[in-house]
């Protein structure tokens, strides 16, 4: 009897270890006077960028909704017109090139 509770609590605790950990929200904000936006956790502060134009689960996520609101044109406010440099790297490390 004690072999047969080891064995489930041990198939237990596999089942448990496999579960995947959900990925941290991240946003795409925009600043008014330029178009310019970042890609930042949601807790990061964007004083400079005050205009959340997406949330996603994840940076590559979050990269990939950047690069789909590119514009060309500055007065689309919900739009990038121009990235950050650090938004530019941080993504490269994603595997998702921004314009």
Not at 21 to 29: E, F, I, M, Q, T
Not at 46 to 72: F, I, M, S, W, Y
């Amino acid at each position: 009897m004690k072999r047969a509770i080891k064995i489930a609590s041990a198939a237990a605790l596999f089942s448990t270890a496999n579960v995947a950990v959900a990925a941290d929200p991240w946003v795409v904000r925009r600043a008014r006077s330029s178009g310019q936006c970042w890609v930042l956790k949601a807790t990061a502060s964007g004083n400079h960028a005050p205009d959340v134009l997406a949330r996603r689960e994840g940076r590559k996520a979050a990269c990939t909704a950047a690069k789909q609101l590119r514009t060309e044109d500055v007065t689309e406010t919900k739009k990038c017109f121009a990235y950050a440099t650090n938004a530019i790297a941080a993504c490269n490390v994603e595997k998702v090139p921004l314009p």
